[in-house]
């Protein structure tokens, strides 16, 4: 049973990682703001909204926005069937914002807490917060699904000076039977 917690939660991780738009300057707040507009997409099942806001280079490193639509509603309803929700995102404050290559980009950290009927777990991820547009969207790439070697691959215009912290191993919390 912890194996299929485990495998449930690396799977709605991998639909973590997906970007949020916002029409705000560019602010520290403004940041926090548009990544709790995502995590409100995935608590809300709405994967069209959550999808549309991956940053677009992140969509097609992943194979296009149907087969992330596919396969996040997939996920999403496998994880409901093991009576498991998303019962919580949480996000730290962002990084410094750094100005490199005409975008703005920042780290900031996302927490989500999983339960299901046989336990709870609580992924901690890092995202790469990216404006084009001087701070009035920002899309978020999560690091834990594309290494970072995938995503400079994938987009080289990420600032060498952005610090992702490591990436925490799952906290996983058994229900007493």
């Known amino acids: 049973m912890k194996r299929v917690l485990l495998s449930c939660c690396l799977i ?3 639909l973590l990682m997906i970007p949020q738009m916002s029409t705000a300057q560019p602010t520290p707040s403004a940041i926090k703001a548009a990544a709790i507009s ?3 997409a995935l608590v809300k099942k709405n ?3 959550f999808l549309s806001y991956m940053h677009p280079s992140m969509i097609k490193l992943a194979g296009g ?3 992330l639509s596919v396969i996040s509603d997939s996920a999403l309803k ?3 069937q093991f009576g498991g929700k998303v019962s919580r995102i949480t996000y730290g ?3 410094e914002i750094i100005s490199y290559k005409k975008t703005l980009q920042s780290v900031i950290t996302q927490t989500t807490t999983l339960s ?5 777990a609580e992924l901690s991820s890092s995202l790469i917060a990216i404006s084009n547009d001087n701070g009035k969207s920002w899309t978020f790439i999560d690091t834990n699904m594309f290494g970072i070697k995938q995503i400079k691959a994938a987009m080289p215009d990420i600032s060498p000076t ?4 490591k990436a925490a191993a799952p906290k996983i919390i058994m229900k007493e039977q």
């Open 65 to 67: 926005k149907e087969k």
């Open 38 to 40: 995502m995590g409100n």
């Open 47 to 49: 994967s069209d909204q």
């Open 12 to 14: 709605v991780q991998t």
């Open 78 to 80: 496998v994880f409901e």
């Open 116 to 120: 299901s009927f046989i336990g709870d």
């Open 162 to 165: 952005l610090v992702i912290p």
């Open 93 to 95: 404050n962002p990084a």
